[in-house]
């Protein structure tokens, strides 16, 4: 990783341990951002930590995704947060502000600097050249409380972009093509770092919209280089003065460099039901498409606003489509409502949504049964739209808008000539949705609503564990699967008790209760299992019903942190045991506690076969302590005692 940016960064914020690949480091993070729906259980947490004001350069608070308000639940979640921000020092970006991603991007953002935030997407940050990570809250809360973040020290991958996009590519098909090439997998463990002449023709929103989408190869993070094109958009959102240039030296050593050419690309779409299941749009043409949904923090920009309603202009939306559009903060709806744009969007028949995440989480506009919806989101899990049969597809804003004029899959290179989408001199800049907090904020009180539930303890690890296998699932599970969303879900994220009712509902509705029985068990999974979002809920929930251990092929990152620091074990199983393990089965593990603390294998019994089950702890040192004492709460307790 010699050279590359990456490392200069982590190099410069390094606390602990070295810049090895797979080996454990810990970095000095400087700015921290939280959502509400993962923010309520960060500040939860970071109550219990008992420091009086945040210890980072910059921490925000958004508001973007509970805002749905079917109950009072929301609302007294977004109380509670504006609560904590004032007496811990921490902006607050209201309900109405924007998506996080978007408005950190244009607000706060920059080059050189290291961002932890509680939303597997904060990589976007990476478009201006931020070495931006996603993370549990536990972890974020850490860190506000000026904690160094650990992390397995990524490997590098170089994509070298070449020539420039034809008509009607977008930033879009460069990330679609790298999902085809390498799947959700292959960024496990990496950080993608982007280099070569192609750099300097993309804007920092498409570089944005790449980064952002590099959540959905697993990587740790993305990042571009900050140039005259990022010193540029600074200077329009009247933030110059935070521009660093930074690039990697020309003999920087990448683990492999992957060669694309932009004009080689084509419109590309992802299918049902993973960002990795992509095609050419063109192969799929003439599908009948009922829903199309703009925006999310992927492709919600001036820049993508802009071009939909060119598009749009004169034209209406097809009679069997309905379409929505978000955009990604109060700047760019301000902008399109001044300009002329937004008048565009309604006059062609779109619906337009608040600025938050919307439909892209579940929140609203769950399409029809078997309805085709087109996105320009992130995410097609199973379900993650509401309606479980909906076939979901991912593209381009291009895509998206060719699809609600003509009510199928189009390829937007039939539609002439694109439009030609200039970027202002200027932004529109104003921060008054942003509440800066008091200077002695000792005196304020934090509001909790009913719905706001004290957080569940795990016990310290046992040395004995036998129980049954209440689940076997395959590879790439999301935690999605594990913890749906939704709008009848996500009022619950602070509610524990509540919200456990709901782990694996879609995948097998009586989970819970079988989970509650059975006074606990075991999950047995494939390959990456807990991809995608960073909700640690997928693991605290689990951990109220009791599981104790996962025994997986391999674990996405963001969730193996989040299952250790609640105090499940993650176990590493082979192909041969993950066959040999059915549903029912009862394992039985001794000696637990001494295997964990000496980093050893396993070796038990599977109670129905006689056969033996060996699992492996994938914990670094420092998470072993973690897990033997039932979590990094109770860790960071014993530490007080
Ligand atoms: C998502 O896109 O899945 C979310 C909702 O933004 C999550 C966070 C959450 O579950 O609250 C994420 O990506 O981390
Ligand atoms: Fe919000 Fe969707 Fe982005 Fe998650 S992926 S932060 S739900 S817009």
């Not at 700015?31 to 939860?44: P, R």
């Not at 439009?419 to 008091?438: N, Q, S, T």
């Amino acid at each position: 990783m010699k050279g590359t940016i990456a490392e200069k960064v982590l190099r410069s914020r390094l606390v602990a341990g070295d810049l090895e690949p797979g080996q454990e480091i810990a970095i000095r993070i400087d700015q921290t951002l939280t959502q509400d729906a993962t923010g309520t259980l960060a500040c939860l947490q970071f109550e219990v930590l008992g420091i009086p004001r945040v210890r980072t350069e910059l921490s925000v608070s958004y508001v973007d995704h509970n805002t749905l308000q079917t109950g009072f639940e929301n609302a007294d979640d977004h109380r509670f947060l504006q609560s904590i921000a004032a007496k811990y020092g921490i902006l607050f970006s209201r309900p109405g502000n924007g998506i996080c991603h978007q408005v950190h991007l244009e607000r706060f953002g920059a080059p050189g600097k290291t961002l932890l935030g509680s939303d597997s997407h904060t990589p976007t940050a990476g478009g201006l050249g931020m070495v931006a990570i996603g993370a549990g809250g536990l972890e974020v809360a850490a860190a506000m409380a000026g904690q160094p973040f650990y992390l397995l020290t990524p490997q590098v991958l170089g994509v070298r972009l070449t020539g420039k996009f034809g008509p009607w590519v977008a930033a879009k098909d460069v990330i679609l093509e790298l999902l085809r090439q390498l799947s959700v997998r292959g960024g496990v463990g990496k950080v993608i770092e982007y280099l070569g002449p192609g750099v300097a023709t993309l804007s920092v929103p498409e570089r944005a919209t790449i980064t952002n989408m590099g959540a959905e190869l697993g990587a740790t993070s993305s990042v571009f280089p900050s140039d005259e094109r990022t010193r540029q958009f600074l200077e329009a959102q009247g933030r110059e003065e935070v521009w660093a240039e930074l690039s990697a030296d020309e003999e920087a050593e990448y683990e492999q460099v992957i060669e694309l050419d932009l004009a080689s690309l084509e419109p590309l779409i992802a299918q049902p039901h993973s960002p990795d299941a992509v095609a050419p749009v063109a192969e799929l043409a003439g599908t009948p498409v009922h829903q199309v949904c703009i925006g999310s923090c992927t492709n919600s920009s001036l820049q993508d606003m802009l071009t939909v309603a060119a598009m749009l202009k004169g034209r209406t939306v097809h009679p069997d489509v309905s379409l929505t559009i978000s955009p990604g903060s109060r700047q760019v709806l301000r902008m399109i409502a001044a300009n002329g744009a937004l008048a565009a969007m309604v006059a062609a028949g779109a619906r337009i949504l608040e600025t938050a995440c919307g439909p892209c989480i579940g929140m609203g506009q769950a399409p029809a049964t078997n309805a085709v919806s087109l996105r320009s989101f992130n995410r097609n899990f199973p379900g993650r739209s509401g309606t479980p049969s909906a076939q979901v597809y991912l593209a381009s804003p291009e895509v998206c808008v060719a699809a609600a004029l003509t009510g199928q899959i189009t390829d937007p290179r039939d539609f002439g000539n694109p439009p030609a989408i200039a970027l202002p001199d200027r932004f529109e800049v104003d921060d008054g949705m942003v509440i800066l907090p008091p200077e002695d904020g000792s005196e304020v009180e934090v509001v909790r609503g009913p719905n706001i539930k004290p957080l569940p303890q795990a016990d310290a690890l046992p040395d004995t564990l036998e129980l049954e296998v209440l689940l076997k699932v395959g590879d790439n599970i999301t935690t999605d699967d594990i913890m749906p969303a939704g709008a009848n879900i996500l009022p619950l994220r602070s509610n524990i008790p509540a919200l456990s009712r709901h782990v694996f509902a879609q995948v097998d509705p009586d989970f819970a209760e079988r989970a509650l029985e059975s006074e606990g068990g075991f999950i047995v999974g494939g390959s990456n299992y807990g991809q995608g979002s960073s909700r640690e809920h997928a693991a605290l929930a689990p951990m109220y019903l009791g599981v104790r251990a996962v025994l997986a092929q391999s674990f996405a990152r963001i969730h193996q942190a989040n299952l250790v620091n609640f105090g499940i074990l993650p176990l590493e199983i082979d192909e041969y045991t993950y066959e040999s393990l059915s549903e029912g089965d009862v394992l039985r593990f001794e000696g637990i506690r001494q295997a964990v603390a000496a980093g050893e294998t396993l070796k038990g019994e599977n109670l129905r076969s006689g056969e033996a089950c060996t699992a492996t702890p994938v914990l670094s040192e420092r998470q072993r302590q973690i897990v033997l004492a039932g979590g990094m709460l109770n860790c960071i307790r014993d530490a007080l005692e």
